[in-house]
Structure formats: C-alpha cells, structure tokens
C-alpha cells in the first residue's frame, strides 16, 4: 500500500518548490486563493491598494464606501463649525445640535455638487473650504465609479465544486478518484481544460519535502460545459495513487489541487478557477447522484444545488480501508 514512486518533474511543482506542508495547510484555499502570506512590506505600502479595492467582498467594499462617504463629511462639518456657523446662509438651526446637522447636511449637498441652495457658504474662507470639498467629491465619486466598474467587469469564473472527492467504482471492475463541477453562471464557457495535481509529503534522506503529481485523467478538455463535469481519474495500474488508503493520504497530508481554464463567450476573455481537496474529503465507497433531470417539456434542467450529492455503496471493488471510514452523511 501507500504512494507510487513516480520521476519528479520539476515544472510539477506550481511554484511552491520542494517546502512541505505543515498543519494540514491547502496550498489553494477552497475559493481558489493562494493560501501563502506575506510580509515585510511597509504598512503604507501602495503597491496592493488596487489589487484589494478590486477583490475584497462586496460587503466590505460597501462598508468601506459608506465609511469614507461618512468620515469625509464630518470633517469638513466640523471645519464649517470651527468657521463659524454664521457663515453658512440660510442655515437655521438655533442649538449646537442643530447647527451640527446644518453643516453636515450643508457638507453631504456640496460633495455630492448637488447644491440644493437653501443653504450657502458666505466668506472667503468658508467658500474656499467649499471649493476644497466640491474637488474633493469629484475625485471620490470618479474613483469609486472605477472601481465598481472594474469589479463588475473583471473576468471572472464562477465555477461550484463537489465538497468531496469520491473513490468511487469505475467501468467493469475498476475505481477512480472524482469530483464534480458545474458553472453557476448561465454563460457560457468553451475550450475547457483542467489540470489535476496530487502532493504530498515524503521523508527524502532524512528531510521532509513536498511531492508533486500531476494526474492523468479520463478527459482534460471539454469543448463546452452545458451541464456538469465529472472529472476522473482512474486508479489503474499506471496510476501512483493505484494502492492509495485513507491512512496514506493522512500520514502525508496529502492534498489534490484542481487548476480549471476555460473561455467565457460573456467576457469574451479567458478565465481560471482554482480549488483544492484535503485528505479529509476524500469518500471512500461512495458514488454521485444525478445532479439533472428533465422538465415536464424535455428539457435537461441543472440543479447547481446537488452538485456534491453522493451515497455511499455497501458492495463495490472499492473495499480497501472501507471499513476504517467513519460514516459519511449523504449531503
């Protein structure tokens, strides 16, 4: 039992060198992030500003818009205060709080150019903090206009991945390793190819370091993905996971990384996908249910929802380790 010694092949790699793997670390987390930090750079380093306006979460880019939006305005609501409240004409609040609300509101109008004119700055200096804050505006709106541009527009894939790799029956009397995928979006994607890459840790000469293996597949390309893809890898006889058990993938926190490229007819631009499955993903005994059925029409209908549906088989040829594996609830 255990891993085929196979040639290393250092194009195999995906960069990350010979450096093993410590804690059960993915090398990709299950978004397809690069699960790697990094350091030294100054905190007012700027290289990145864009790089994060453009990938952080929606609802932090909200937040963070909204936050600006506020903080902004009650600076120059307390710059027209510390000018005196006299100076804003037509304002007509008679306690502190109210002139508070005057010059905030007074701020929001000007920023935003929209300039309702009950209100109006008088004096030079109130004036010219008036202009400041009208330049202000335009170069904030400008700016987040881009952005949510550039993050509607950035070509992207939307790829949904069966939580669990299954080791499942193949063909007559054979097994394989396979997982499922689907796209969530109704675009439509062509010239699919999909890279599956297999590492783990290996004692070499007395040190710890990382293997890496690509796997052969039944497909690595599909001309145009309209329904699910089942991709699989067959554990023949040329397989180096052919004697693969639980305990194996365990003991060298192994880890499979799926590398997806297709083309998106909507962007009309090439887009990748990226995800990975831990050891502890991988059901044994188990085979997918069918994740699409017909409409009373005919017509083939997709349900993205049951994409990772499995059960588990009583009499299969995957027996090796079986009984060793906790029970897996049916998702």
């Known amino acids: 039992m255990g891993i085929r010694k196979v040639k290393a092949n250092p194009e195999s790699d ?56 506020l903080i902004v305005n ?50 030079i200096p109130t004036s010219s903090v008036s202009a400041i804050e009208s330049m202000i505006g335009l170069l904030a709106f400008a700016l987040a206009t881009g952005l949510l541009y550039g993050r509607f527009s950035r070509p992207s894939a939307k790829i949904t991945y069966s ?45 710890t370091v990382r293997k890496f293996i690509p796997l052969e597949l039944e497909r690595k390309h599909v001309s145009i993905l309209t329904l699910n893809w089942t991709v699989v890898h067959e554990l023949n006889d040329d397989s180096p996971l ?23 007819d909507t962007f009309s631009q090439t887009v990748h996908s990226r995800t990975s499955y831990q050891y502890d993903e991988v059901i044994w005994n188990a085979k997918f249910k069918p994740a699409f059925d017909r409409d009373y029409d005919g017509r083939m209908v997709l349900d993205l929802a049951k994409i990772s549906d499995h059960e588990r088989l009583e009499n299969s040829p995957v027996t090796q380790t079986i009984d060793k594996q906790p029970a897996q609830k049916v998702v």
């Open 163 to 207: 939580r669990h790799v299954l080791v499942a029956p193949y063909l007559e009397k054979g097994k394989a390793l396979m997982f499922r995928l689907a796209n969530q979006r109704r675009s439509t994607l062509i010239d699919l190819e999909i890279e599956v890459i297999f590492s783990y840790n290996e004692e070499v000469n007395g040190k």
């Open 74 to 123: 009650l600076i120059f609501s307390f710059l027209y205060l510390a000018l005196g409240i006299d100076n804003l004409v037509g304002a007509q609040g008679s306690t502190p709080y109210e002139h508070f609300f005057d010059a905030f509101f007074f701020s929001a109008q000007t920023i935003t150019t929209v300039g309702y004119g009950h209100i109006y700055p008088h004096g």
């Open 14 to 69: 995906m960069g990350l060198g010979t450096q093993a793997i410590a804690k059960n670390q993915r090398i990709f987390n299950q978004d397809g992030s690069i699960n790697v930090k990094r350091k030294g750079l100054s905190y007012f380093n700027t290289a990145n500003n864009y790089h994060r306006l453009i990938t952080m979460k929606w609802h932090h880019f909200w937040l963070l818009i909204l936050s600006g939006y």
């Open 242 to 264: 052919r004697d693969i058990t639980n305990e194996d993938l365990e003991k060298t926190e192994a880890n499979i990384a799926v590398l997806l490229k297709a083309f998106d």
